[in-house]
């Protein structure tokens, strides 16, 4: 008896065959078990040691050695737990920098690329606007005016959120970078407006938001996963320019605060400090650079082979 | 009802797609009536106006570069033009159900046919959603989908194309609709599965007591199907009349040329008979009687080349849009 196989699952079974992308989903999880550590043992207040990246391990600028396996940096703290702990703000930073961008992104590109018209004069001006602006310029921007401000969310019954440095970044970042991914949802939403199915979605008396969210987002969810891959670790990278700027967080050790630090002690000779975090940040961006491919490949109807 | 139980009836429709070079007139002036439980087949060649008129019955033409420009469509003595978009919503698969030509594309990859057709259900009645994928199952087997149970997880890669058609079917009639249009139903299958996709709309049509509006360019479809049959001929209606007549005595010579261009059985022909000639563009009409630069008769006549005939009562219940036609 064959079972009926959906679109997900004969694409899941595609990349399970992909052993390279197994082996960077592998270490994307592990990243991912780690900040999920971090969360759990500040929540329970629980006392991890190789968590306390703010304790003396010993003398300043030591080398790495047995005891700090990654050295220490000029207060005498061990590079490898702030290497650990920075994981932290970057995930969250690009998780949610991530979701921002989607959920402006999707909705409006569907609305878009669907209504025609008047709706995607508006929109297309205003992603051309955002896009002639440089990427850079326009973070910083927005980093700078939401700096220290108070988010009031009442009317949504989400009570006001004091932005502090991780969610001032991540809003920064969410806020300017939603355009690729409304623009790449516009031409496929497009597209698939024109397929019949959507005409006969019609002709049974399905509304214009039906379509939308019930017959179209499923239909283009695969760009939505493989830009959120792929994306991901532009925006690890974004957060690392923006401590290096000094805009980022300030009170937790990120990736980009060590290279922002070891950048004046590299002439010195002091070079673990700039080494750690740049083999982190170069990890992960190869694991979900190789598994945002691969999903890719499996996921994407036109390179399928049947 | 209306007297004569006349289900649906087509008022001088005409529908324009504004392009570039000024309004493509894609159906002008076409009426017609379909009695409730008859089939009516609307004939003619690609691009004479044929899905565009199911698309302005359905209020599907699409936006904003097609309108309809005037006319009076009447479902039940309602005229539908005149409803809100979420009035016409109700009536669309609920009352009025279509299928198309493409089985191949007509169907969402992204889910499982139950689930499509349960939302076909879901819209329209207000059902439990295991009652709805139970109706599902029963509305499968009435379109003779074997092992329906497990069908309904499948998706539509899964199929053959007769069987997505099937599916579609099953869609158009879940809500038990009184008219449903079926647009080149069997164009995209092979000659086998045509047959058994026409009988299965035959069946369907006396178990449901439904209407069914046939759009088709192929006569043979035509002969063994309709009760009463349309010739269209560039936007325009040139022949109406019932199904035997016009096989009997065609009037106007676009339907004569059709009919002889058929193979016929038993004769031996070295080539088919022809129309001389190409469809006109909508935006490029040619004067007069739209067919006359291919008409055998009226090609050097100076009243075809100028004047258009209108279509008008030739013999009883038989109408053609020619000067010549005679009884």
Redesign the interface.
Known sequence: ???????WADSLRQLRKHTLAMYSLGIIVVYILVVMFIYLANWTKTDVSFLDWNQQVGKEYEKPNKQNILGTDFLGRSVLRKTIYGARVSLTIAFWASIISILIGVPLGAAAGYFR?FIDDIVVWIYTTLSSIPYILLILAFALVLRGKTLNLNSLGLGTISLSGISTVYLAIGLTSWVDICRLIRAEVMKHKQ???I?????????NSRIIF??LI??V?HLIIISFSLRFVGFIQAEVILSFLGLGEKNSPSWGAMIDAARLDLPKGYWWEMTAATAAIFLISLALNIFGDALRDSLD?KLKV? | MAENNTLLSVRNLSTFFDTEQGPAKAVQNVSFDIKSAETFALVGESGCGKSVTALSIMRLIPHPQGRIVSGKISFKNHNILELTEKRMRTIRGNKIAMIFQEPMTSLNPVFSIGFQIAEAIRLHQRKKSSRAWSMTEEILEKVHIPDAGRRLYEYPHQLSGGMRQRVMIAMAISCKPSLLIADEPTTALDVTIQAQILDLLDELQKSENMSILLITHDLGVVAQRADNVAVMYASKIAEQCSCNELFKNPLHPYTQGLLNSRPQLGTRQNRLNTIAGNVPEPLNFPSGCKFHPRCPIGYNDKRCQTVEPELREVSPNHYAACWYAKK
């Open positions: 008896m064959i079972k009926g196989r959906s679109y018209g397929r019949e199915y005409l006969a979605a019609l002709s049974y008396g399905c509304s019930r017959h499923p239909n969810f109807p049947q």
